[in-house]
């Protein structure tokens, strides 16, 4: 483990200057704590005995007992993700492994074009060392059936999905994806299966004779195929990766290599097709060729006929799927189809298999989706109001993905149910979301619920700007702000607004218990009072005065979510318990304190208020009051 991530010593811990701070404040004498810990690491080190052994055995016993009653619904879907290895998860695999070998074999292929730069010797040289694994029996085995593996399930997906209204990057892959095997149908019959059933060897002076001299419009459909397969490739390539966080960073790396190696091997192809028409000056030279290959005129007929049958073969195949679905369709109209109810009033026919991301889709009513219903993204998540219980389970990649996320109960993904009777949904992301909106976690799409809000506002900051440069002040200003954040690191808290010499943190956003949101933002509270007069001993020369932060806690119901323009939203919360919040943290100034509970936190944290006087402060617009304790020192915080 590297020094950035090693867990500190009990040294480092007990000379930490917050550390001593806080224990200072506690009345916890560290030589004291030193020496218990170290008798009980003693007593650790020690092989337990009969007696001791029996007592962790019930202990964990219970704790299994306590894990599982308080998170049924993580064990539920972790249950469905073993047990539902199901046959969308399987083409799913399926899917990417038969992509990655044909890439491989295809970058192979036009590595070994590249060396036609330099000459056919090193051209030919190159694509023998390159192809050989591919031309054994294991290899063309496996490059045989991840062919055949990659385009029947691209027919299954024609066929499968209930509407074909596509967005454009995935017209655009499916078109090209299509188009390819008929570009390289004459290609492939006059090379691997040439040489299988008519005794051709090929050659990149031969093939390059036939593809610039004799036919020449067939260089341009190399050329054309080339630029089709890679560019069906990257489209995959990059939507699989885009909702990968490292993706970004390394995305110029595979922008570089995605435009260099079809360059290079598409400038060798022209160069050393130049270097055939030159040749071909001297007539013995074709002829020679193409007596080496074995390559006659019969013999080139019967490959045009062979490719011909191949590409009337495969046009019948791939018009299979569609006159399937049109049989389907015509059937499934005579029956009165389930309704879709979306959140906007507009209730829409479900075919029967149809997915909600493809009936939202063929009914234009806009959905995000980021990887093209995939289920990677998440970005289509939807909650489920009215019909869940007619719905199955989340299995396979749709129970892996909720589990990702977190999802709340009644989250589905529009792009993996495919209901069978009335269904009303509602999005929970907008419909223009990025992958990055993919990985908010479930219930911070937006939704009223219990939480803990701290404010957060250092004292006389006016002052301190009126006595320092400009410069000074953000230095010290940054300072301040980078103590409170680790603050927040360090007790579970959420950044969520910046408020001029303040912040706004959320406590308890991931928390199964809502009242351990409140215990974490005391001991922020804690952290960041032991930080500040950690910074004032770090700064007194720098500073007029001590900085003094006023702080507000208030736990209660408040609308929760991700907020903000697109493409900079942020999780953070609205309503009246954050006005509340903010209005106890500037109460603080009022009674002189450090921080400032309101009455219901404390009752939920288990606050020690016994002897305190519980205050109480109107709130505008209500007649309710709001009760609080004023804290000033960091022994009131104890819980």
């Not at 092989?47 to 052994?53: D, I, N, T």
């Not at 990059?238 to 960073?249: E, V």
């Not at 390559?295 to 569609?322: E, H, M, N, V, W």
Request: charge should be positive; include cysteine; aromatic fraction near 6%.
């Amino acid at each position: 483990m590297d020094r950035y991530h090693r867990e500190p010593t009990l040294a480092e811990v007990l000379s930490d200057p917050v550390t001593l701070a806080v224990m200072d404040a506690d009345g916890v004498d560290r030589y004291d704590l030193a020496a218990t810990l170290s008798q009980m690491a003693a007593k650790l080190m020690r092989p337990p005995g009969p007696v001791e052994k029996k007592k962790r055995l019930a202990d964990s016993a219970i704790a299994k007992a306590v894990i599982a009653d308080r998170k049924p619904d993580v064990a539920e879907l972790s249950e469905s993700m073993t047990r539902g290895y199901n046959a969308r998860m399987l083409r799913s695999n399926v899917r990417v492994i038969s992509a990655l070998v044909l890439l491989a074999f295809v970058v192979c292929h036009l590595t070994a074009h590249a060396f036609l730069l330099v000459s056919f010797a090193r051209a030919d040289a190159a694509l023998d060392m390159l192809m050989s694994p591919w031309r054994t029996a294991i290899g063309t085995a496996i490059l045989v059936s991840a062919l055949l593996a990659h385009y029947l399930n691209g027919l299954w997906s024609i066929y499968v999905r209930r509407y074909l209204r596509l967005s454009r990057w995935e017209r655009w892959q499916l078109g090209l994806g299509l188009c390819i095997p008929l570009l390289l149908m004459l290609h492939v019959t006059s090379t691997r299966v040439a040489e299988s059933l008519l005794g051709v060897s090929s050659h990149y002076s031969s093939v390059l004779i036939v593809q610039w001299l004799l036919s020449p419009w067939l260089a341009v459909l190399q050329a054309t195929a080339v630029l089709t397969v890679w560019i069906h490739a990257c489209i995959g390539v990059h939507f699989w990766l885009r909702t990968k966080p490292w993706y970004a960073h390394w995305r110029p790396l595979f922008v570089g290599l995605g435009m260099l190696l079809p360059t290079l091997a598409l400038s060798g192809y022209v160069a050393a097709g130049n270097r055939v028409l030159r040749d071909a000056e001297n007539p013995n030279y074709v002829k020679l060729s193409l007596e080496a290959s074995n390559l006659t005129d019969q013999k080139r007929a019967q490959i045009g006929r062979i490719a011909g049958i191949g590409s009337a073969a495969y046009l019948a195949l791939t018009l299979l799927p569609f006159a399937g679905r049109g049989v389907r369709g015509w059937l499934s109209r005579r029956r009165r189809p389930p309704l879709l109810t979306h959140s906007s009033g507009r209730t829409v026919p479900l075919l029967p298999g149809a997915t909600v991301l493809e009936t939202l889709r063929e009914s234009g009513i806009p959905h995000a989706s980021v990887c093209g219903g995939r289920a990677r993204c998440t970005t289509c998540r939807i909650l489920v109001t009215r019909g869940l219980d007619s719905l199955p389970k989340p299995s396979g990649l749709e129970a892996r993905a909720l589990a990702r996320i977190g999802a709340t109960p009644g989250m589905r993904l529009a792009c993996q149910i495919c209901p069978t009777a009335d269904i009303s949904v509602m999005p929970l992301l907008a419909a223009d979301a990025g992958a990055a909106d993919g990985t908010v976690r479930g219930g911070l799409e937006g939704s009223e619920r219990l939480i803990t809000v701290l404010f957060v506002d250092l004292r006389g900051s006016t002052t301190l700007g009126e006595a320092k440069l400009p410069y000074d002040l953000l230095y010290i200003l940054n300072q301040f702000f980078s103590e409170m954040t680790k603050a927040l690191d360090a007790t579970n808290g959420h950044y969520a607004q910046f408020a001029g010499n303040g912040l706004m943190a959320l406590y308890g956003l991931n928390a199964k218990d809502p009242a351990a949101g409140v215990v974490d933002a005391l001991r922020g509270a804690r952290e960041m009072l032991a930080r500040v007069d950690q910074l004032n001993s770090r700064l007194r020369g720098d500073l007029p005065q001590p900085m003094r932060i006023g702080i507000g806690i208030h736990f209660s119901e408040a609308i929760v979510g991700a907020m903000g323009p697109p493409g900079s939203q942020i999780i953070t919360a609205i309503g009246e318990t954050v006005n509340a919040c903010a209005r106890l943290e500037s109460l603080t100034k009022k009674y002189d304190c450090a921080v400032i509970v309101s009455r219901r936190g404390a009752e939920m944290a288990g606050l020690d208020v016994k002897g305190r006087q519980l205050h109480q402060v109107p709130l505008k617009g209500r007649t309710q009051t709001l009760e609080f304790y004023a804290l000033k020192t960091l022994a009131d915080l104890r819980v």
